[in-house]
């Protein structure tokens, strides 16, 4: 998808109303909004822009980017609403928690390109760190088959991927979010702690390195989370060979590319490095492109 087809799609949605706003995990929330036309158009991987505001005030003035978690749909099937889980970190997602259902919160998009197409047959694994999961429900639902997002009829479909796994790291056990959404999805759900409170005690990464030492090769590996656990991924996809995307989370100030904040370091065919915007250009990429030696990651 072209960067000016991605934002002549893109929805301005000064004043769309909460359904829901609730946690689900420690300082984590699954937020619901009321908006068709987002829901019909947002495609896995491809992320919203959210402003909720205390009543009164400016502040914070800009916005915050949110993956698509999952698209809700009525009696008929037709798209009504979608979901977005956020973790609270600071004024703006703290301000964003105390909205409640039928409190307005302005929102844009879809923004950004999606994961694209079901790799074929084979097996996915998705590699989540922290907050890293959210993109990975609607995405396990695409490449399993169960279900289709955004204005795709007509388009070739692929066949569907034959198993998805969430390989799933946080600190601790407190913090887990949505297991039970992967579980009824479809997609088998293997988890790393810190501290041990919840299933392996040590980094996610571990999880994927186990399986190919194993001598596992999944049709592609995809991942969402801190730049050092995405680096070490992108590592360990490039020594077992392995197709990896990356979906990266870069600060964002406007979410369609006029303010560069959120650029990063990609490669281009000539090996050197150039800036892009993750905003427009991503946020998902080959991990191999990535410049993963760069101070931004």
């Avoid at 790799?119 to 922290?130: D, H, I, K, N, T």
């Avoid at 999805?185 to 996610?204: C, K, L, Q, Y």
């Avoid at 680096?231 to 990356?246: H, K, N, P, S, T």
């Avoid at 979410?255 to 065919?269: E, K």
Wanted: glycine share 12%.
């Amino acid at each position: 998808m072209s960067d000016a087809t991605c934002q002549s799609r893109a929805v301005m949605r000064p004043t769309a109303t909460i359904l829901e706003n609730q946690e689900v995990a420690r300082g984590t929330f699954r937020l619901r909004v009321a908006d068709p036309e987002i829901a019909r158009r947002i495609l896995p991987g491809q992320f919203v822009m959210v402003r909720g505001v205390d009543e009164g005030t400016d502040d914070p003035l800009l916005g915050r980017p949110f993956a698509l978690y999952d698209v809700q749909r009525d009696g008929e099937g037709e798209p009504v609403s979608f979901d977005v889980v956020y973790l609270v970190i600071g004024r703006g997602t703290a301000a964003l928690s105390r909205r409640k259902p039928g409190d307005r919160v302005d929102v844009w998009g879809p923004l950004g390109n999606g994961f694209g197409p079901s790799p074929g047959p084979g097996s996915a694994l998705f590699v989540a760190g922290g907050i890293g999961q959210t993109p990975f429900v609607a995405l396990g639902r695409e490449w399993l088959g169960r279900t289709t997002y955004g204005d795709q009829a007509g388009e070739d479909r692929r066949p569907p991927v034959d198993s998805a796994t969430l390989l799933y790291g946080v600190r601790s056990a407190g913090l887990l979010a949505g297991v039970e959404d992967f579980e009824r999805a479809g997609v088998g759900v293997e988890i790393a702690t810190d501290d041990g409170s919840a299933g392996r005690h040590g980094f996610v990464t571990q999880l994927l390195s186990d399986r190919l030492q194993a001598g596992e090769r999944p049709a592609k590996i995809v991942a969402c989370g801190p730049p050092p656990m995405l680096a070490a991924v992108a590592r360990l996809a490039q020594e077992y060979a392995v197709a990896c995307d990356v979906s990266l989370e870069n600060h964002m100030a406007c979410g369609f590319g006029a303010c560069f904040s959120c650029v990063t370091p990609i490669l281009q065919d000539d090996g050197r490095p150039d800036l892009r915007r993750v905003c427009v250009e991503g946020p998902v990429f080959p991990s191999h492109r990535v410049d993963w030696s760069r101070p931004s990651h």
